[in-house]
């Protein structure tokens, strides 16, 4: 059992979560296509600035991320605070937790008050699937850096006459786990087998995810929270999450072909998160600085915890291993939650980690713990549909579910909710934030 956690400053002031805001998702190759992720970090800050009336200059430090690297802008956090008319000596630095990304710049800045080291920031993270750093082969790197050594056109000649012309072709980055190659996708495969969830059950989840989504943006729940965006070349503005299936028909699902396993699958491009475009921030300070300023936080952060288990089978277990630690940080149990969201990366994984919530075995094997975390009550569970229907622009996820789950407390009369997440790398993260 972890230690009970006091999300405080020193002087015990709690830290808030003053306000959140995030581009609305798109596709791959969509809306935003051509708009690198530093420009839809830089697109939300500016706003959320602007709308909260924040004077820059008390914005500390912030702290942003982004999965996906352009080599050209490593510091997407520093590119941030000079691209939206911050104060040039507003620290910036940037942190990569896989799709836990916006938990990890959160929990920094957290961290930074609870130090006492700073009173205001903000964390967020931001990706995009359309501008992602297209590379070369291995040998064509290496040949262009043996090339620069050469001096004679016969030295190059004798670099170049090595390479074939498969060794030309351009290497998109993949979305697989970089010790196995295996991909997101096929670790879901795993992870349906492993669980025995079938093809319907991971249907049934993503219909239900499109229909509350779809739901949550009909009655207004999310305008407040989703900027509308223009992007180049200007033809009209985006103005909601354009993956969300507003007529979603779960007959439908069933004609999919398995994207990955594709003979013996049950993953398909409906019960998985689609690649995603998208930027999100938050915006937070001491709950003692907030109210010098006039502000009223959105919540406060309770607990929080991070995970690690093995990436070779079922590694997108994260939230069965982070939630329980973040529960015992905030001395809380599963039932004393309000809502529940857990990040869908695929029906299938979010399927597994429902069960393995409930399982006094997985809790006394995998854990070393007496009894299961707890059966999850659905009707608090991902009550405005999750990553399936939004899109997963993966730094954004984490930042995107606090501000969604602050404000749906907020319109519910207060409580705790869980956020949780599965990352890349067998990581997980749970987060248990509380309104006033
Ligand atoms: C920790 C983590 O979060 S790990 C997760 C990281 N993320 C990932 O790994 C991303 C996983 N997703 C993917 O790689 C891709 O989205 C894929 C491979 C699953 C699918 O890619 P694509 O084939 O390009 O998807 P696309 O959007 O074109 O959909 C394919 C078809 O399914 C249909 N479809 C998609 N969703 C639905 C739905 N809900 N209902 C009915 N049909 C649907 C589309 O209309 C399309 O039909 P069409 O071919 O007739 O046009």
Same mark, same amino acid.
Not at 62 to 74: D, F, L, R, S, W
Not at 297 to 321: C, H, N, Q, R, T
Not at 401 to 411: A, D, S, V, Y
């Given at each position: 059992?972890?230690?009970?956690?006091?999300?405080?400053?020193?002087? #015990?002031?709690?830290?808030?979560?003053?306000?959140?805001?995030?581009? =609305? *998702?798109?596709?791959m190759?969509?809306y935003?296509? $051509?708009?690198?992720?530093?420009?839809?970090?830089?697109?939300?800050?500016n706003?959320?600035?602007v709308?909260? #009336?924040?004077?820059?200059?008390?914005?500390?430090?912030?702290?942003?991320?982004q999965?996906?690297?352009?080599?050209?802008?490593?510091?997407?956090?520093?590119?941030?605070?000079?691209?939206?008319?911050?104060?040039?000596?507003?620290?910036a630095?940037?942190?990569?937790?896989?799709?836990a990304?916006? *938990?990890?710049?959160?929990?920094?800045?957290?961290?930074?008050?609870?130090?006492?080291?700073i009173q205001?920031?903000?964390?967020?993270?931001?990706?995009?699937?359309?501008?992602?750093?297209?590379?070369?082969?291995?040998?064509?790197?290496?040949?262009?850096?043996?090339?620069?050594?050469?001096k004679?056109?016969?030295?190059?000649? %004798?670099?170049l006459?090595?390479?074939g012309?498969?060794?030309?072709? =351009?290497? =998109?980055?993949?979305?697989a786990?970089?010790?196995?190659?295996?991909s997101?996708?096929d670790?879901?495969?795993?992870?349906?087998?492993t669980?025995?969830?079938?093809?319907?059950?991971?249907? /049934?989840? %993503?219909?239900?995810?499109?229909?509350?989504? %779809?739901?949550?943006?009909?009655?207004?729940?999310?305008? @407040?929270?989703v900027?509308?965006?223009?992007?180049?070349?200007?033809?009209?503005?985006?103005?909601? @999450?354009n993956?969300?299936?507003?007529?979603?028909?779960?007959?439908?699902?069933?004609?999919?072909?398995p994207?990955?396993? /594709?003979?013996?699958?049950?993953v398909?491009?409906?019960?998985?998160?689609?690649?995603?475009d998208?930027?999100? &921030?938050?915006?937070?300070?001491?709950?003692?600085?907030?109210?010098e300023? $006039?502000?009223?936080?959105?919540?406060?952060?309770?607990?929080?915890?991070?995970?690690a288990?093995?990436?070779?089978? @079922?590694?997108?277990? #994260?939230?069965?291993?982070?939630?329980?630690?973040?529960?015992?940080?905030a001395?809380?149990?599963?039932?004393?939650?309000?809502?529940?969201?857990?990040?869908?990366? *695929?029906?299938?994984?979010?399927?597994?980690n429902?069960?393995?919530?409930?399982s006094?075995?997985?809790?006394?094997?995998?854990l070393?713990?007496?009894?299961?975390t707890?059966?999850?009550?659905?009707?608090?569970?991902?009550?405005?549909?999750?990553?399936? %229907?939004?899109g997963?622009? *993966? &730094?954004?996820?984490?930042?995107?579910?606090?501000?969604?789950?602050?404000?749906?407390?907020?319109?519910? #009369?207060?409580?705790? $909710?869980?956020?949780?997440?599965?990352?890349a790398?067998?990581? $997980? &993260?749970?987060?248990?934030v509380?309104?006033?």
């Amino acid at each position: 059992m972890a230690t009970k956690q006091s999300v405080t400053t020193r002087e #015990g002031d709690r830290i808030a979560i003053v306000a959140g805001l995030r581009t =609305p *998702f798109a596709k791959m190759a969509t809306y935003f296509h $051509g708009v690198p992720a530093v420009d839809l970090g830089k697109m939300v800050v500016n706003e959320l600035l602007v709308r909260h #009336g924040v004077d820059p200059t008390w914005v500390d430090q912030v702290v942003y991320g982004q999965v996906v690297q352009m080599p050209e802008a490593p510091n997407i956090a520093r590119e941030i605070v000079l691209g939206t008319g911050m104060s040039v000596h507003t620290d910036a630095y940037s942190v990569s937790r896989a799709c836990a990304t916006s *938990f990890q710049s959160t929990v920094n800045i957290a961290e930074s008050m609870m130090a006492g080291t700073i009173q205001a920031g903000i964390a967020g993270g931001a990706d995009s699937t359309s501008v992602s750093p297209i590379g070369v082969s291995k040998k064509l790197a290496r040949a262009l850096v043996d090339l620069q050594k050469t001096k004679t056109m016969g030295q190059k000649w %004798a670099v170049l006459k090595k390479l074939g012309l498969k060794d030309l072709l =351009p290497v =998109p980055p993949a979305v697989a786990e970089y010790s196995t190659g295996l991909s997101m996708g096929d670790t879901a495969e795993q992870m349906a087998k492993t669980h025995q969830i079938s093809r319907q059950e991971q249907d /049934k989840l %993503a219909h239900r995810s499109h229909s509350l989504a %779809a739901e949550s943006w009909e009655a207004g729940k999310l305008s @407040d929270e989703v900027m509308t965006a223009y992007a180049e070349p200007f033809k009209g503005a985006l103005e909601r @999450d354009n993956n969300i299936r507003y007529d979603s028909q779960l007959e439908g699902y069933a004609k999919l072909r398995p994207a990955f396993d /594709k003979k013996h699958g049950s993953v398909t491009a409906a019960n998985a998160t689609p690649l995603t475009d998208g930027a999100s &921030a938050v915006l937070m300070m001491t709950e003692k600085r907030a109210k010098e300023l $006039g502000y009223t936080p959105l919540g406060y952060i309770k607990s929080y915890a991070f995970s690690a288990i093995d990436v070779w089978e @079922d590694m997108l277990m #994260g939230p069965s291993y982070a939630t329980p630690i973040a529960l015992d940080r905030a001395g809380m149990s599963l039932n004393d939650l309000t809502l529940i969201e857990m990040h869908e990366a *695929f029906a299938a994984q979010t399927l597994a980690n429902i069960k393995m919530f409930a399982s006094d075995k997985f809790a006394k094997e995998k854990l070393g713990r007496d009894k299961a975390t707890g059966e999850i009550d659905m009707d608090k569970f991902n009550v405005m549909g999750s990553s399936i %229907a939004y899109g997963h622009p *993966f &730094a954004a996820t984490g930042t995107r579910m606090i501000t969604q789950m602050l404000n749906e407390l907020q319109r519910r #009369g207060g409580g705790s $909710g869980l956020l949780t997440a599965c990352a890349a790398g067998g990581l $997980g &993260a749970a987060m248990i934030v509380e309104t006033e």
